[in-house]
Nanobody
C-alpha cells in the first residue's frame, strides 16, 4: 500500500491550502482515512478523519476551518484548510485503515488504529 500526501507549502496566516492523499490501487471508500500533523519533538496529533461510511471528525482546533472529503473515483482524500494560523504549521500525514477490520473505535486520534501512513507534506503558516 502506498499513500502519497501532497499539497503542502508556505502560506500567510488567513490563507488556504488543500492537501491531497493519494491511495493508488485502493478502493478508498472502503477505508477510514485520517489526517495527522506533527511538529518536531511533539507527538503526532490527530486533525481529521473520514470514515468509510462517510462520517467525518475533526479536532476542536480546526473545526469550522478545515474540511475533509474524498473522491472515490480517483482514490483521493482531501483536507481543505482555510483560515490557516501559524499554529497549524506542521508536517501533515495521511493514514488509512481498512474499514472492514473490527476494532476501529474512538478515540480516533490513536495512531495505532491506522495501518498505513504516507510520508507527509509540510505546511508552514507565517504570521
Amino acid at each position: 500500500v502506498q499513500l502519497q500526501a501532497s499539497g503542502g507549502g508556505s502560506v500567510q496566516g488567513g490563507g488556504s491550502l488543500r492537501l491531497s492523499c493519494a491511495a493508488a490501487g485502493l478502493t478508498i471508500s472502503r477505508y477510514h482515512v485520517g489526517w495527522f500533523r506533527q511538529v518536531p519533538e511533539k507527538e503526532r496529533e490527530f486533525v481529521a478523519l473520514i470514515k468509510s461510511g462517510g462520517s467525518t471528525y475533526f479536532t476542536d482546533s480546526v473545526k469550522g476551518r478545515f474540511a475533509i472529503s474524498r473522491d472515490s473515483a480517483k482514490s483521493m482524500v482531501y483536507l481543505q484548510m482555510n483560515s490557516l494560523k501559524p499554529e497549524d504549521t506542521a508536517r501533515y500525514y495521511c493514514a488509512i485503515r481498512n474499514g472492514l477490520r473490527v476494532g476501529f473505535a474512538y478515540p480516533y486520534s490513536n495512531t495505532g488504529l491506522y495501518d498505513y501512513w504516507g510520508q507527509g507534506t509540510q505546511v508552514t503558516v507565517s504570521s
